[in-house]
């Protein structure tokens, strides 16, 4: 499976866009890019999914260049409550078989 | 999607006792997966729980330390035996529904915070 590699942390302000980007040099032709999110004593919840160019939900945007080596989750106005870890995981398939591969993650932090 | 009911949510327990966790999906699933998230740390994958035979474990974990069972589609248990001090985590199920096709996404329930003393 693909490693990847995110900031530890960042910073954000009430309605800014915070994008962040992850890095997967050695993604598989295979290979999806999915993001996480996790709130403090929960579970991880699926944000968004996509193969390659831009993927847009209600929630985020998923921005992945050609290459796919590299791909940017982007929150359009934050508000205090997105305040979470991002995992981005890379993986076999839509789903990749359930079995997800965890990094480091990114901690994003909201202030008002 | 799929409802997760874990329990417990949480508990305390003395070191050298083992504790069974809980996993209960709404719904039939496929594939069903336990997590360790040690404190301030991201998660880890501990094996896959395989309905009507052996779990699969990942590198690093070990049957006798991480029993698990999957009597059906719904249900699933992990146990950590002879806790140590070392095995204070949350513990976490997560599945994917059957439909492989049609769903993107794992679902995962609210976890388990273990603490050994």
């Known amino acids: 499976l693909a490693k990847t590699t995110q900031p530890i942390s960042m910073d954000s302000y009430e309605g800014q866009e915070v994008n962040i980007t992850c890095s997967h040099n050695?993604?598989?032709?295979?290979?999806?890019i999915t993001w996480y999110q996790q709130f403090p004593s929960q579970g991880p919840r699926f944000i968004i999914q996509g193969y390659k160019t831009k993927v847009t939900n209600e929630v985020a945007s998923l921005f992945i260049p050609a290459d796919r080596k590299s791909s940017t989750l982007s929150l359009p106005r934050v508000s205090l409550s997105d305040t979470a870890v991002y995992y981005c995981?890379?993986?076999?398939?839509?789903?990749?078989?359930?079995?997800?591969?965890f990094g480091q993650g990114t901690e994003l932090s909201v202030k008002p | 999607s799929a409802v997760i009911s874990q329990k417990p949510s949480r508990d305390i327990c003395q070191r050298g006792t083992s504790l069974t966790i809980q996993c209960q999906v709404d719904?039939?699933?496929?594939?069903m997966f336990w997590y360790r998230q040690q404190p301030g740390q991201s998660l880890t994958l501990i094996a896959t729980a395989n309905q009507g035979s052996e779990a699969t474990y990942e590198s690093g974990f070990v049957i006798d330390k991480f029993p698990i069972s999957r009597p059906n589609l719904t249900f699933s248990t992990l146990t950590v035996s002879n806790m140590s001090p070392e095995d204070s985590s949350i513990y976490l199920c997560s599945v994917s529904p059957t439909e492989r096709q049609l769903n993107t996404e794992a679902f995962f329930g609210q976890g388990t915070r273990l603490t050994v003393v």
């Open positions: 050695n993604i598989a032709t295979n290979d999806y």
């Open positions: 995981l890379v993986g076999e398939g839509p789903n990749q078989g359930g079995k997800l591969i």
């Open positions: 719904s039939q699933v496929t594939m």
